[in-house]
């Protein structure tokens, strides 16, 4: 291979095998993939340093927003439903679902029930009033009470946990109770590169090393020739 050839081709590579590989990673700050009528949610678009080059959907329409986080300021309905992002050199992030609810009593949890990883679930007031006498129920029946409002963190998740939850507590004096949530736990998503992610790495330093070897090694067997040239034959003497 010729020398300017090599550096180039090989980042070439590396980044071909990156974007094969890896996702992008979408996330949500807040981390409540259920939020209120007129609330705000940043969506996040990790992976990259740069914070430009990012193709977003919501509903499967291309949005025009091209920096790495979109900011949903004063939620509405029509701010519901499904986004993607994804940078250039990354294939495109999972799915991330946001519902906008307009209800006293919002039972909130963080983004997805993975197993293994924690679950913060929240009874959330309208407008960030304060919530008293919170109960959360599973499956109909109470789970934790509190006078004050707390959080209930599980920090690390079983299919056991999985079922309908829902909170009830008393806001301006008066109770209410939210709408259920159904909370599905699901295995780590095993994708068919999850191997390939640690194994490219790899190929790609074994790759580079025997590159590398070959390339010093033929360097090495021009210099020979260079020092040694073939010794010329001696004119014999008859
Ligand atoms: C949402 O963001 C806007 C602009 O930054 C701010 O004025 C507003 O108070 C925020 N709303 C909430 C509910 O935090
Ligand atoms: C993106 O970068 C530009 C310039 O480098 C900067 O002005 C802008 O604020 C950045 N945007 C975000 C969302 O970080
Ligand atoms: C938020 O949006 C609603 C309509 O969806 C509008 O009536 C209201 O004025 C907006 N609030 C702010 C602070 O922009
Ligand atoms: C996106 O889909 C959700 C759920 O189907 C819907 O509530 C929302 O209005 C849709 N928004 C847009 C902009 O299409
Ligand atoms: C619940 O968790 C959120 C996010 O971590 C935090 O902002 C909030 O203060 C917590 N609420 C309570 C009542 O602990
Ligand atoms: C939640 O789960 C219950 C019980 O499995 C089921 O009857 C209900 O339809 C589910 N609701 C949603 C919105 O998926």
């Not at 090694?217 to 034959?233: A, E, F, G």
């Amino acid at each position: 291979m010729p020398i300017p050839m090599r550096g180039p081709a090989l980042l070439w590579i590396v980044l071909l095998l990156f974007k094969i590989i890896q996702k992008s990673s979408l996330s949500m700050k807040p981390q409540w993939s259920r939020i209120f009528i007129g609330e705000n949610v940043t969506l996040l678009c990790r992976n990259s340093p740069s914070n430009i080059s990012f193709k977003w959907t919501h509903n499967g329409t291309v949005s025009p927003v091209t920096t790495s986080s979109w900011n949903i300021v004063n939620a509405s309905f029509e701010d519901s439903g499904e986004y993607t992002c994804q940078h250039k050199n990354f294939r495109e992030s999972k799915t991330v679902y946001l519902e906008v609810f307009s209800d006293w009593l919002l039972l909130q949890a963080s983004a997805e029930a993975i197993e293994g990883k924690p679950l913060l679930l929240r009874c959330h007031g309208w407008k960030d009033r304060n919530v008293y006498k919170v109960t959360y129920y599973k499956n109909g029946q109470a789970l934790k009470y509190w006078y004050e409002n707390h959080n209930i963190s599980i920090p690390s998740v079983t299919t056991q946990d999985s079922g309908t939850y829902h909170c009830s507590g008393i806001l301006w004096k008066l109770p209410y109770t939210s709408e259920p949530l159904n909370i599905t736990v699901i295995k780590a998503p095993q994708s068919k590169y999850y191997q390939l992610q640690y194994f490219i790495p790899l190929l790609v330093v074994i790759l580079f090393a025997a590159d590398t070897w070959l390339f010093i090694s033929t360097q090495r067997q021009k210099d020979k020739k260079l020092l040694n040239p073939h010794p010329k034959p001696r004119p014999q003497k008859g």
